[in-house]
């Protein structure tokens, strides 16, 4: 971000540049008339205000739905991964699914569009002839440290945390904490951050297999109580498995977890509105819930680190 505090000016697109001059003029100009920024702390004691679909409630300012400027009015323009199941499936062209669709289409709500108002392009399209993004959001598993230096990033809307699957009716699946797995066997796939973060967070020492297929074939042996695995591989592995597998819990996230961020152009004003309604998301529970649709219910049950 530049040192002059971004807003959104109501200016029509086509008489905006994406230059990053012309940006950092506008951003220092509303500095200079006082316009105050899209993430002013929630009063103390006050309940949040509810996230509609006329946008974020009054009293946001500068990121009301009528101030908004993206590429083409009234339209959001959605960049897209390749299909990453559970992240995003592309099932039709005008109808794509998947975690990322519902966190772009909420959000698309809190800033006041419809889910028929986003216009998906993949992101390896969306670049003009000059290099320059040629979107307003991008959602696609993006990781701030690899492309900090050509795009902004709003807080995280997903942290990688570690699950515990483990057959049922066996002991392992009544823990409750770490310290009861001081005894248990746990396998991980070689290399993996699970090995990492069984190692250093639980401090136990895990059993390394090539592949989540040879885990699983080690714990219907018995040889293994349970597996830890990233939260994004739970679906696939219940789904592929021959036994019975079931959700022990998550792990608190690592300090060094993965976390995917929304991305935006350099400069662009609506990044404030957009870590606005994430922040919102975030405490009415919504990114929760969709965590839990998207990569199963039993994930909202934490194993707690003592």
């Given at each position: 971000?530049?040192?002059?505090?971004?807003?959104?000016?109501?200016?029509?697109?086509?008489?905006?540049?994406?230059?990053?001059?012309?940006?950092?003029?506008?951003?220092?100009?509303?500095?200079?008339?006082?316009?105050?920024?899209?993430?002013?702390?929630?009063?103390a004691?006050?309940p949040?205000?509810?996230?509609?679909?006329?946008?974020?409630a009054p009293?946001?300012?500068d990121c009301?739905?009528?101030?908004?400027?993206?590429?083409?009015?009234?339209?959001?323009?959605?960049?897209?991964?390749?299909?990453?199941?559970?992240?995003?499936?592309?099932?039709?062209?005008?109808?794509?699914i998947?975690?990322?669709?519902?966190i772009a289409n909420e959000?698309?709500?809190?800033?006041?569009?419809?889910?028929?108002?986003?216009g998906?392009s993949?992101?390896?399209?969306?670049?003009?002839?000059?290099?320059?993004p040629?979107?307003?959001i991008?959602?696609?598993?993006?990781?701030?440290q690899?492309?900090?230096?050509?795009?902004?990033?709003?807080?995280?809307?997903?942290?990688?945390?570690?699950?515990l699957?483990a057959?049922?009716?066996?002991?392992?699946?009544?823990?409750t904490?770490?310290?009861?797995?001081?005894?248990?066997?746990?396998?991980?796939?070689?290399?993996?951050?699970?090995?990492?973060?069984?190692r250093d967070?639980?401090?136990l020492d895990p059993?390394?297999?090539?592949?989540?297929a040879?885990?699983?074939?080690?714990?219907?042996?018995r040889?293994?109580?349970g597996?830890?695995?990233?939260?994004?591989d739970?679906?696939?592995?219940?789904?592929?498995?021959?036994?019975?597998l079931?959700?022990v819990?998550?792990?608190?996230?690592?300090?060094?977890?993965?976390?995917?961020?929304?991305?935006?152009?350099?400069?662009?004003?609506?990044?404030?509105?957009?870590?606005?309604?994430?922040?919102?998301?975030?405490?009415?529970?919504?990114?929760?819930?969709?965590?839990a649709k998207?990569?199963?219910?039993?994930?909202?049950?934490?194993?707690?680190?003592?």
């Amino acid at each position: 971000m530049s040192p002059c505090h971004a807003v959104a000016i109501n200016i029509p697109r086509a008489h905006r540049s994406r230059s990053t001059g012309m940006r950092l003029s506008l951003l220092c100009l509303a500095i200079g008339l006082g316009i105050a920024g899209c993430a002013s702390p929630q009063p103390a004691g006050l309940p949040p205000e509810p996230v509609t679909a006329t946008g974020l409630a009054p009293g946001i300012g500068d990121c009301s739905f009528a101030n908004l400027t993206t590429l083409d009015s009234g339209r959001l323009a959605v960049a897209h991964a390749k299909p990453k199941p559970p992240y995003y499936t592309q099932r039709s062209l005008t109808g794509p699914i998947g975690f990322d669709v519902d966190i772009a289409n909420e959000l698309g709500e809190g800033l006041g569009f419809e889910a028929s108002q986003l216009g998906w392009s993949k992101l390896d399209r969306v670049f003009d002839r000059d290099g320059h993004p040629n979107f307003d959001i991008a959602i696609a598993q993006l990781q701030k440290q690899k492309f900090s230096a050509s795009l902004e990033f709003s807080g995280p809307y997903f942290t990688e945390t570690q699950v515990l699957l483990a057959l049922p009716d066996t002991p392992i699946t009544k823990v409750t904490s770490t310290s009861e797995l001081v005894k248990s066997t746990l396998g991980v796939v070689l290399g993996s951050t699970s090995q990492a973060y069984v190692r250093d967070e639980l401090g136990l020492d895990p059993v390394a297999y090539l592949s989540n297929a040879v885990i699983k074939a080690a714990i219907r042996d018995r040889h293994i109580a349970g597996m830890v695995v990233p939260v994004e591989d739970v679906p696939s592995i219940l789904a592929t498995s021959s036994e019975p597998l079931v959700v022990v819990g998550q792990f608190p996230p690592a300090s060094t977890a993965l976390t995917y961020h929304v991305a935006l152009p350099i400069g662009d004003p609506l990044l404030e509105c957009v870590d606005a309604v994430l922040e919102k998301m975030n405490k009415l529970g919504q990114l929760d819930a969709l965590r839990a649709k998207w990569f199963t219910d039993g994930v909202s049950r934490t194993i707690r680190l003592v």
